[in-house]
């Protein structure tokens, strides 16, 4: 069975930076694509970064040069540093894991080939 845990949520002002982890139990990790997604109640569920078993990260638009993942190389575990925080980027974060590649979907944790952790909360405030 996988499982996927996250930490490193909570508070922060504007401009503050937190460190999200994610440990997997039970995942193929070479063989997989991992991520972070998040969602605002009400807006759809946003890939926001990915890392592929070969090291290459991808960035969404709203993150790119403040957001940084890194899995270590035969380590278990996906980190992303979220730096230079604004208010928009209060939402709750999960960490994905897939085994072809991560795709989009309108909500996070939906049921399909992608697992997903429980999610982990980033609150920004201004």
């Known amino acids: 069975e996988v499982t996927l845990v996250e930490s490193g949520g909570g508070s922060v002002q504007a401009g503050g930076s937190r460190r999200l982890s994610c440990t997997g139990y039970?995942?193929?990790?070479?063989?997989?694509?991992m991520g972070w997604y998040r969602q605002v109640p009400g807006n759809e569920c946003e890939l926001v970064a990915s890392i592929s078993s070969d090291g290459s990260s991808w960035y969404a638009d709203s993150v790119k040069d403040r957001f940084t993942i890194s899995q270590p190389r035969g380590k278990n575990t996906v980190s992303m540093d979220i730096n230079n925080l604004e208010p928009d980027d209060t939402a709750m974060y999960y960490c994905?894991?897939?085994?072809?590649?991560?795709?989009?979907?309108?909500?996070?944790?939906?049921?399909?080939?992608?697992?997903w952790g429980q999610g982990t909360q980033v609150t920004v405030s201004s």
């Open positions: 039970g995942v193929p990790f070479e063989e997989s694509e």
């Open positions: 994905a894991l897939d085994v072809v590649s991560l795709i989009h979907w309108q909500a996070c944790q939906a049921a399909g080939r992608t697992y």
